[in-house]
């Protein structure tokens, strides 16, 4: 039942998508193209997402519990450091250089065009390279760990 | 491009709004897609049905699509497979290193009045602005 709603979110979620033009690289490019012939469609879309989610998130976060988990697990984390910094940089690059963002990326990939297959398998690989770059970094940190504890124990 | 939707784009809204309320009524979670996804290459034990159930129903939107409206998700004024490729690398690692991608920053953080989502979304959208003027008018690429 959870996966059957979890497929019926995402397959509204993807009509929003689809509908919205969020999966036509032209319109996303053309809507960040502010010097260019700007088309303003995509503010349309945040801003009615954000007009129905935002009342509807205080009120279900008050007056109620999730239906499959305990509690809602939404950060309280207010810290602007400079992994948040450097990723939002390095996803707009990517985002202005190809048109998609992750949601628009898998919807076309489904749709079965190669730009968008393309997009969602490098989008994977560059998700796989993040999780080996955060292996990597807990492990050093790790390491300096254990010697600042070795020096200090000496 | 001459192609203003607002109505178009305005219901497409709602509906990515009443989804990602799905997410959070059900699942008591962010609808974020790239965490929604991204999580799955890192799976823990009974939370990856309704992620996998979120990622196909992406899917299949897509293919329904083609058949129904082929126009809704032509790829026209997409770069080069390469240069596509090189964009969904670092969508992948940039989103995952950031915490979050449109929906998850953009629209539920926002909503939230979360500070890190606002800084998140306008340095995104301010770095894929400066990428668009830059392969568009500096460098003379697409349309």
């Known amino acids: 039942m959870q996966t059957l709603l979890g497929t019926l979110a995402g397959l509204v979620f993807g009509a929003g998508l689809v509908i919205s033009g969020m999966a036509q690289p032209a319109k996303v490019l053309a809507f960040l193209d502010v010097a260019g012939n700007w088309d303003p469609s995509l503010a349309f879309v945040m801003g009615s997402a954000i007009a129905v989610y935002a009342p509807l998130y205080r009120y279900i976060i008050k007056r109620t519990t999730p239906v499959y988990t305990q509690q809602f697990m939404v950060v309280a984390n207010h810290t602007i450091d400079r992994p948040l910094l450097l990723g939002a940089g390095i996803f707009g690059a990517g985002w202005g250089l190809a048109g998609f963002c992750p949601g628009p990326g898998i919807v076309s990939a489904g749709s079965g065009a190669s730009t968008g297959l393309t997009f969602a398998l490098a989008m994977v690989f560059g998700m796989l390279l993040f999780e080996a770059y955060q292996r990597a970094t807990a492990a050093l940190a790790r390491d300096r760990q254990d010697a600042g504890a070795a020096s200090s124990g000496a | ?143």
Do not use: K
């Not at chain 2, 509906?15 to 799955?40: D, H, K, P, Y």
């Not at chain 2, 989502?117 to 830059?134: E, H, K, N, Q, R």
């Open chain 2, 1 to 143: 491009m001459e192609s203003f939707t607002p109505i178009a784009s305005t219901v497409g809204g709602v509906l990515i709004g009443l989804a990602s309320i799905m997410v959070l009524r059900i699942q008591g979670r962010v609808a974020g897609i790239s965490g929604i996804c991204g999580s799955l290459l890192r799976p823990s034990r009974g939370d990856v049905g309704w992620r996998v159930g979120f990622t196909l129903g992406l899917i299949a939107s897509g293919a329904a699509a083609l058949l129904l409206s082929p126009a809704h998700v032509s790829t026209a004024g997409a770069p080069t497979l390469a240069l596509t490729a090189v964009a969904g690398v670092l969508v992948g690692f940039g989103t995952r290193l950031g915490n979050g991608c449109t929906s998850g920053h953009g629209v539920c953080g926002i909503s939230r009045l979360s500070r890190r989502s606002i800084v998140a979304t306008a340095t995104f959208m301010a770095v894929a602005g400066v990428m668009v003027f830059v392969t568009r008018h500096l460098l003379g690429g697409g349309a």
